[in-house]
């Protein structure tokens, strides 16, 4: 059967709803160096990720200054974005607790891992944030990626953050190993570097839970329907009409337990996980 949901309300209106901001309290920032970038207008009015790259390299000094901007920034990411990685409970550098060191048998230096998040399925990932102007790519030797792979070598899984795109294929290599790059930052907008400025100045931000709009209603009823009396159903819909979170809420009405999702590329994948964990409500 097929079901076809056409675009509905006035032309230029967005095809999903929000419901009012929902305030919320986190994990207040630890880095040591958050209040100084803060006060220092390097999180004010950003309208994209290339306008901050261009503040940090901007920032007069030695790399460990820029790195310490940078490290803010993925502090407050981590606090303000949880969907993207799971984290839960983020902790820079020596505010790693006691216990979680000795378990992991981590060390703490300037050449590798800057940080433990726990995830929200109760897993510890150990992250590095790494900066390089100009995106320059991160080298195995050079840039020290062996020192971060060797320190978290016992984590449950380990996260390199950085605004370069391309990395030494070692690192690829290696299991457990994640590779977040500036082209994800990319996608940000002024409303997320606006929550990111928030939460470092106050260590509240506020979250939109997304609910459907009628037309997308009546397309979650058909497909419900659908199923009652057939084991599969197309749904057309076009594009801008909100078909992630229609799969999503559907999925929810019919309390599947595992859904299988196929597309064609990897930054698909990443739109399609970030949207259905920022409506799940898991992390409110």
């Given at each position: 059967?097929?079901?076809?949901?056409?675009?509905?309300?006035?032309?230029?209106?967005?095809?999903?709803?929000?419901?009012?901001?929902?305030?919320?309290?986190?994990?207040?920032?630890?880095?040591?160096?958050?209040?100084?970038?803060?006060?220092?207008?390097?999180?004010?009015?950003?309208?994209?990720?290339?306008?901050?790259?261009?503040?940090?390299?901007?920032?007069?000094?030695?790399?460990?200054?820029?790195?310490?901007?940078?490290?803010?920034?993925?502090?407050?990411?981590?606090?303000?974005h949880p969907e993207h990685l799971q984290s839960v409970q983020v902790w820079p550098?020596?505010?790693?607790?006691?216990?979680?060191?000795?378990?992991?048998?981590?060390?703490?230096?300037?050449?590798?891992?800057?940080?433990?998040?726990?995830?929200?399925?109760?897993?510890?990932?150990?992250?590095?944030?790494?900066?390089?102007?100009?995106?320059?790519?991160?080298?195995?030797?050079?840039?020290?990626?062996?020192?971060?792979?060797?320190?978290?070598?016992?984590?449950?899984?380990?996260?390199?953050?950085?605004?370069?795109?391309?990395?030494?294929?070692?690192?690829?290599?290696?299991?457990?190993?994640?590779?977040?790059?500036?082209?994800?930052?990319?996608?940000?907008?002024?409303?997320?570097?606006?929550?990111?400025?928030?939460?470092?100045?106050?260590?509240?931000?506020?979250?939109?839970?997304?609910?459907?709009?009628?037309?997308?209603?009546?397309?979650?009823?058909?497909?419900?329907?659908?199923?009652?009396?057939?084991?599969?159903?197309?749904?057309?819909?076009?594009?801008?009409?909100?078909?992630?979170?229609?799969?999503?809420?559907?999925?929810?009405?019919?309390?599947?337990?595992?859904?299988?999702?196929?597309?064609?590329?990897?930054?698909?994948?990443?739109?399609?996980?970030?949207?259905?964990?920022?409506?799940?409500?898991?992390?409110?």
């Amino acid at each position: 059967m097929e079901i076809v949901v056409s675009r509905g309300g006035e032309a230029g209106q967005e095809s999903l709803g929000c419901l009012p901001c929902q305030a919320f309290t986190g994990m207040r920032p630890i880095h040591p160096e958050s209040q100084s970038f803060l006060e220092s207008g390097l999180f004010d009015d950003l309208t994209s990720f290339a306008d901050l790259e261009s503040r940090i390299s901007a920032i007069p000094g030695e790399g460990k200054v820029k790195g310490d901007a940078f490290e803010v920034f993925v502090e407050a990411y981590l606090n303000t974005h949880p969907e993207h990685l799971q984290s839960v409970q983020v902790w820079p550098g020596a505010s790693v607790p006691a216990d979680v060191v000795e378990r992991f048998a981590l060390t703490f230096d300037d050449n590798g891992i800057d940080g433990v998040y726990r995830t929200v399925l109760g897993e510890y990932h150990g992250y590095q944030a790494k900066f390089r102007s100009g995106r320059r790519p991160l080298s195995w030797g050079k840039d020290r990626l062996s020192n971060f792979i060797g320190q978290t070598e016992r984590c449950d899984h380990r996260v390199l953050i950085a605004n370069s795109d391309d990395i030494d294929a070692v690192a690829l290599q290696r299991d457990h190993f994640t590779h977040v790059k500036g082209s994800f930052f990319d996608t940000l907008g002024p409303d997320d570097f606006e929550v990111i400025r928030s939460w470092l100045a106050g260590g509240s931000t506020t979250r939109r839970r997304m609910v459907p709009y009628p037309q997308q209603e009546t397309a979650i009823d058909g497909i419900i329907q659908t199923f009652e009396s057939y084991n599969r159903a197309k749904v057309i819909m076009a594009c801008g009409t909100g078909k992630t979170l229609v799969a999503l809420w559907t999925a929810e009405r019919m309390a599947v337990k595992n859904i299988l999702v196929l597309v064609p590329s990897l930054p698909l994948l990443r739109q399609i996980l970030r949207e259905w964990t920022s409506s799940m409500g898991v992390f409110d």
